[in-house]
């Protein structure tokens, strides 16, 4: 493939500090969470989980990870803010038969900006909830994911794709990968313009994401995707690393990390810790020359900041990087909470990108 041209639309400024909005709803929630003495022994609980790995520690080590997200999921959907994604976007659904697991149809939910609904060829853009693979669902995130609608002005799939453990690697992959070729198949019935396919998801969903470029490069499929924006992603095997060398981010969840890839998502850790499947900073040069133009977006304090950084230096490398943003006074998924600064900000790079990259 020839090499990406990029507009180097971005040119954002690390600040050294997390925003003050943004360390002042830090300190709302841990007051919050200090009140709750129940609270409190579920986080006690899952730090002391986190270095046991049986089968019965490991089961309730994920239902009290998913169970401490809800809390977070409820106060975010509920901001006004969000609201307008609702009433500016008509929403459906499509099933998407696969069998690489069983014979499963993967739930899509369908949201298209209402001055699209009588237009044809439209973009489509398909998204991967975060949870890092193991937590959260499409309904989750779609409030958020339906304002992505309209930020973008392109019809949006929000791809409910199976979890781990109940699901391991690289199937959790397969099943979002079966939605982009279904998507891509079925563009006309969609009523989407197959030559303005974009893939995108935050945290667990942008490894899906990276996962699936992987699958796309080695089937020869990349020219399927228009674009890929993977935002925050899990990347690689860092968090295995000596914890004295991480940022305070990442040195915070690194055990978290661990415990997520080695007894959730991994099939077998020993065999699959080399696989770009597991770990898609580990695909070769090679499959990374075949990726479709990519931009990644990262915060400049999140907890995979090293991770995707140097990925992006070897999709640089391999000549298919668009752009490398990094929002600066950001956290990990801080820039997804209306009103925040970093919030502002966001929309501004998603609308650039789209109409800079997809619209153009």
Known sequence: MTRVDSKNLFDFKPTGQIDEDVQAMDSQFEAMMEDSPETMETMNRMQELQEKHDPESNAEYIKLFRGVSEPFVQWLNGNEALKFGGEETVMTSIKVPTSHCGEYDVSVEVYTPKELVNETRRGAYIYAHGGGAVSFSAADVRPGVKCQAVHMNMVTFNVDYRLA?????PNNIKDYYEVVKYVSKNAESLGVDPAK???????????????TLIMLAEQGESDLVKLA???VPMVDDYCFSDPLAMTVEERFSHAEQRKIYQYMIAADFEQQKTSPYLFPGKASEELLEKFPPTIIIGAEFDGFITEYTRFSSR???AGRLLEFVVLPGCTHISFYIPGTKGNNTFIEVIKTIAREYVHC
């Open 229 to 231: 924006m993977p935002v």
């Open 315 to 317: 999709i640089r490398r």
């Open 165 to 169: 453990p109940e699901i391991k690697c």
């Open 197 to 211: 396919i974009i893939l995108s998801g935050e945290s667990g969903g942008g490894y899906i994401v990276l996962g």
